[in-house]
T-cell receptor, first 111, second 113 residues
């Protein structure tokens, strides 16, 4: 079983829809959870960072962490064509320099 | 300023060449990272520098040689690469040696011919 599982998609949605992305993980030591957005041929851009369980909202983006289920989610409200990108989940544990990435989920928002 | 700057953006090199990739950040971050990313794959960690000392080498071949001259700069020296080393090389930095809230540069797209 991979440490982090993420459905690579692609996921196509119409403009204005809610995009729902998720990752599951197996390492119960993970405490730090990140979502990155990566446009084609560019570096990943940090979107959201959450520590331990709970929700975090930033504009149209909401990140949720459920440590009991080892499940994290990212919601994008009122999706725009500019949200078309690959979304990577990443996580790490205390005392560990390594980020464990999901495979990335390609999202296409259709105008 | 949350910027990590990488140069060059693109690099084509022959298998006998020696080249260097450069990375710079001015956020006062004390950890810097090199990642390699192949198409449609997540980034793979290569090296971690923590307080300017190499703390992690993920069994990377010796044809890749990292260097951290100071807290703002990170280099990756390349020598005798293989075509399969062609990839996007990403530099990242984080405030502490824990990689949460790591910021990535735009990457250097390397092609080995």
């Amino acid at each position: 079983q991979k440490e982090v599982e993420q459905d690579p998609g692609p996921l196509s949605v119409p403009e204005g829809a809610i995009v729902s992305l998720n990752c599951t993980y197996s390492n119960s030591a993970f405490q730090y959870f990140m979502w990155y957005r990566q446009y084609s041929r560019k570096g990943p851009e940090l979107l959201m960072y959450t520590y331990s369980s709970g929700n975090k909202e930033d504009g149209r983006f909401t990140a949720q962490v459920d440590k009991s289920s080892k499940y994290i989610s990212l919601f994008i409200r009122d999706s725009q064509p500019s949200d078309s990108a690959t979304y990577l989940c990443a996580m790490s544990a205390d005392g560990n320099n390594r980020l464990a990435f999901g495979k990335g989920n390609q999202v296409v928002v259709i105008p | 300023d949350t910027e990590v700057t990488q140069t060059p953006k693109h690099l084509v090199m022959g298998m006998t060449n020696k080249k260097s990739l450069k990375c710079e950040q001015h956020m006062g971050h004390r950890a810097m990272y090199w990642y390699k990313q192949k198409a449609k794959k997540p980034p793979e960690l290569m090296f971690v520098y923590s307080y300017e000392k190499l703390s992690i080498n993920e069994s990377v071949p010796s044809r890749f040689s990292p260097e951290c001259p100071n807290s703002s700069l990170l280099n990756l020296h390349l020598h005798a690469l293989q075509p399969e080393d062609s990839a996007l090389y990403l530099c990242a930095s984080s405030q502490t040696p824990l990689p949460y809230e790591a910021f990535f540069g735009q990457g250097t797209r390397l092609t080995v011919v």
